[in-house]
């Protein structure tokens, strides 16, 4: 028998959530702090569960290196997801210090992605 919360997330659709912030410096405390910022509104804007987040996968610019992004996702209670790092293709003239998060999850309504303090100068249409 399968209980309300089951049957309500057979409605959802997994979703491909998207989002980015910038991260001042190339420190723990720092990496840990804006991917968490980060990993916090895209739960808001996108009215998630943590229970209803698959997967997220992060990358990095090859700068930051001093913790993983995941790390952050952790401590938020994101224990029973599956997650996993990267370092972004170093391609000239992109932006340093830049932190990004592919999520899938299941939702019911069109994603919202979140592009955070210097991070939205890469996607200004959805700025």
């Not at 509104?41 to 700068?63: C, G, K, M, Q």
């Not at 913790?67 to 996993?84: Q, S």
Request: glycine share 6%; charged share 25%.
């Amino acid at each position: 028998m399968t209980d309300q919360k089951d049957k309500d997330r057979l409605k959802k659709r997994v979703r491909g959530l998207r989002g980015a912030v910038d991260v001042p410096k190339n420190t723990p405390p720092a990496i840990i702090a804006a991917t968490a910022g980060l990993l916090r509104e895209i739960v808001a804007r996108n009215n998630l569960l943590v229970e209803d987040i698959i997967s997220a996968f992060f990358t990095v610019t090859p700068d930051l290196n001093a913790a993983f992004p995941a790390a952050a996702a952790r401590r938020l209670g994101w224990v029973d997801i599956a997650l996993m790092c990267a370092t972004e293709i170093p391609v000239p003239g992109s932006q340093p210090g830049i932190v990004r998060v592919l999520i899938h999850a299941y939702s019911d309504q069109e994603p919202v992605h979140v592009y955070l303090g210097r991070a939205a100068e890469l996607r200004p249409d959805l700025s």
